[in-house]
């Protein structure tokens, strides 16, 4: 299986019990690329100015509490 359709074709012919194994392994696996996403780009610095403005709007009292 080399492309998306083939492997969406495959998944279709499997029973429900592995198409739920296979999206919990999917979630774990997006969950994953999306934190080392996050670190990667806080290492690079991308984060640094959303991280002052926060720091700078809670200092101002602009925050609030979460419900």
Request: charged share 45%.
């Amino acid at each position: 299986m080399s492309t998306v359709a083939e492997i969406e074709s495959a998944i279709k012919k499997l029973d429900p019990k592995k198409i739920r194994r296979i999206g919990d392994w999917l979630d774990e696996l997006r969950e994953r690329l999306f934190d080392e996403q996050i670190d990667a780009d806080a290492k690079a610095g991308r984060l640094d100015k959303m991280i002052a403005k926060a720091k700078a709007d809670y200092r101002a009292g602009k925050a609030r509490a979460f419900p």
